[in-house]
């Protein structure tokens, strides 16, 4: 079906495709697009260093959450600990939010379809996905994690074609030619060799250093000319992309035997910094990597201003420049501020916000150490004249020689109770800063036994405190987040897909064929994981409300009856789960159907 198309020299050579819509025609040689992606480079470097201030808060944030000691403390002495409140409080933060996104159900997917149906092999397949980009073991953890430090939720997508070379046994038939005739006489065991298709949707949290959007005052990323990502890439990731022919390889190969002399010296690395914090030191000789910018921009090609994806590695170094990959035309970057700063789709830090607290109760801690140990080990002042100093040792039994009064030892003021106080006052300030409360980190009352009621309190606290940031990442992100997994699997997968099916709510479990997504759909996507939570916690309340309506008289329902299997479904099904919630809820309408071939 094409459209306007007015000449055929407009038409590619690849099935009637116009220029400026074939996916796959390299426009980097072109030379009205090299001069368009020269000012946009340009453009993009100029905007990462109009970022310099944002990365250096970001910078100071992850030392406070790696408790890395910098110039930033006021006193240098002998003690040199780092407390780790801030550290603390993200990671409650981190542990009550991924508890609440994911529960315990499995289901994490709601679809609407335009028609009466419930598309149940459809969440079966998000939920699929939602296991297999390791969501609640990897990403969400480390996306909520970077949105208290650097103040932005951001991820990438992608479709990775993956395969396995397996191997598998098999009965071969053995067989005779002895006399001309081939004749069966029996099986051997034998093996087969198959290449397993495991293509899937692949998701990235991406650092708020390597992200640019131009320009910056845009709500939606969709809506920004420019989009940038700093990749920093090996010799092995650049051969697997010319191999994949997400770049040239004329190019690619250039970049390769160059790659010591490429990349912008001024542009930070994050990766460096958090290998350096897990351990592990990376080896500037051994491991060089390419400083390679992802531009995501509108260019004019063959006629038409179309959206492309570029790949640049220098002012005249342009790796590819191809038509945007993604059949919706969308940018695959899902980005959402933590604490929005009006005007800017950048968010606010939170760790920002307690940044000289946390350094007060360093300071503290390490006076109130110091004074600890000069405590704990006093000064001794001897006159000589009438005490023989070389006596005095410390040990058991020992006899020191001469006058009694001739010796005094200084007892040092008490300091470190006072700093013990002065931590404490920090400490509390950050919690209270950053929304924690004792129900929401481990031995949150340690000092005392709390009643019924404070604990009661508390969890309720926690709760509303909880429900804000949650429905932050669930509509801005994740539900993103589950519309390109069904676009990415729509344009991508082309063979059926075995996944797990729960069905409606009360129904055996099964695993189900899933063929690829059909054109005519149409689909709203919705994260399910807090709703499940909050079924969970309404429960109580359902029963209770049942109880009442079966009170109420006949004659007062208007013809109305009432039906509780739904409730004691959906209770079951919260509670239990839907592998064992079937066992304890049977519905004996499923268990009477006779299957039409009989």
């Known amino acids: 079906n094409i459209k306007n198309v007015t ?13 400026w819509e074939d ?30 201030e944002q990365t250096e808060v970001i910078e100071r944030a992850w030392d406070i959450y790696n408790c890395e000691l910098n110039e930033n403390q006021f006193y240098e002495g002998d003690s040199q600990v780092y407390l780790p409140i801030v550290h603390d409080a993200i990671e409650a933060r981190v542990t009550r939010y991924c508890g609440s996104i994911f529960p315990q159900t499995g289901r994490y997917s709601e679809v609407l379809s335009n028609d009466a149906k419930v598309p149940y092999e459809t969440m079966a397949l998000l939920d699929h996905y939602v296991e297999q980009c390791s969501l609640r073991d990897n990403i969400i953890p ?15 997508l992608s479709w990775q074609d993956r395969s396995r070379n397996t191997i598998k046994k098999k009965q071969s038939p053995l067989m005779e030619n002895e006399l001309g005739s081939i004749d069966s006489a029996g099986t051997v065991d034998d093996i087969e060799f198959e290449e397993v298709d495991d293509g899937r949707p692949d998701i990235m949290v991406l650092d708020a250093r390597d992200l640019l959007v131009s320009p910056a005052s845009v709500d939606d990323i969709d809506d920004a000319d420019v989009v940038a990502i700093a990749l920093r890439l090996s010799k092995g990731k650049l051969k697997d992309m010319i191999e994949a022919g997400e770049i040239d390889e ?14 912008r010296a001024q542009q930070p690395n994050p990766d460096k910094k958090s290998l350096n914090a897990a351990g592990v030191k990376s080896d500037s000789k051994g491991n060089k990597t390419a400083l390679v910018y992802m531009i995501w921009t509108k260019l004019k090609i063959g006629g038409k201003r179309r959206r492309c994806v570029s790949y640049i590695a220098g002012e005249q170094n342009i790796l590819s420049c191809k038509r945007n990959p993604y059949w919706s035309d969308r940018i695959p970057v899902v980005t959402q501020a933590a604490l929005k700063v009006n005007g800017s789709i950048w968010g606010k830090s939170r760790v920002q916000t307690v940044e000289q607290c946390q350094y007060a109760a360093n300071d503290a801690f390490n006076m109130g150490e110091d004074s600890l140990k000069y405590t704990l080990m006093p000064v001794t002042i001897i006159d000589p004249a009438k005490f023989n100093a070389s006596s005095v040792v410390l040990t058991m039994g020992a006899m020191w020689l001469g006058d009694p009064n001739a010796m005094k030892i200084e007892q040092f003021p008490n300091v470190w109770s006072q700093a013990e106080a002065a931590v404490s006052v920090c400490r509390n300030q950050i919690m209270q800063s950053l929304g924690i409360n004792p129900a929401m980190i481990p031995m949150g009352n340690a000092g005392k036994k709390p009643t019924q009621a404070q604990i009661s309190q508390e969890q309720q606290v926690a709760i509303e405190s909880t429900a804000d940031v949650i429905t932050i990442i669930q509509t801005a992100v994740l539900n993103k987040v589950l519309r390109w997994f069904y676009e990415l699997d729509y344009q991508f997968r082309s063979k059926d897909i075995h996944v797990r099916r729960f069905g409606p709510v009360g129904i055996q479990a099964e695993m189900q064929a899933v063929p690829p997504s059909g054109v005519d759909s149409h689909f709203s996507f919705q994260w399910y994981g807090t709703e499940g939570n909050k079924s969970a916690q309404q429960i109580q309340q359902m029963i209770s409300l049942l109880g009442v309506i079966q009170k109420i008289p006949p004659d007062q329902m208007n013809g109305r009856k009432v039906d509780a299997g739904p409730i004691l479904e959906a209770a079951c099904n919260a509670t239990f789960g839907p592998r064992i919630a079937p066992k304890v809820l049977i519905d004996q309408t499923h268990m009477l159907t006779i299957s039409p071939d009989q």
């Open 142 to 156: 480390s996306l909520i994690r970077a949105g208290d430090i650097e103040g932005q939720y951001s991820l990438f």
């Open 23 to 52: 996916r796959k025609k390299e426009w980097r040689e072109d030379e009205d697009v090299k001069e368009e992606l020269g000012e946009i480079y340009s453009q993009v470097i100029s905007g990462f260093d109009d970022k310099t």
């Open 250 to 263: 004329e190019a690619g190969e250039e970049l390769i035997k160059n790659m010591g002399m490429a990349g």
């Open 7 to 19: 000449d055929k020299k407009d038409v590619t050579d690849t099935g009637g495709v116009p220029k």
